[in-house]
């Protein structure tokens, strides 16, 4: 399945909505990564491991769903 993803995590009065092509979530955990490290940020380390757990999550179906037989 090839077109946009989207993460958000809502946190106080914050709203933080990631949306990256397919393929690069690599470099959206490095968004959450620098996001993290700014101390001028809401947005903290367990914020970021949240949205990478979904992140793998989302991979995980993904997989499963091409490697299983057609229906």
Do not use: C, T
Not at 46 to 70: C, I, N, T
Request: aromatic share 12%.
């Amino acid at each position: 399945m090839n077109g946009m993803q989207q993460l958000s995590l809502v946190k106080g009065s914050h709203r933080y909505v990631f949306r990256y092509p397919q393929g690069r979530e690599a470099d959206v955990i490095g968004a959450f990564a620098a996001l993290a490290g700014d101390p001028e940020s809401n947005f903290d380390w367990f914020d970021a491991a949240v949205l990478s757990y979904q992140m793998g999550r989302r991979l995980e179906l993904e997989l499963d769903q091409a490697s299983s037989p057609a229906n």
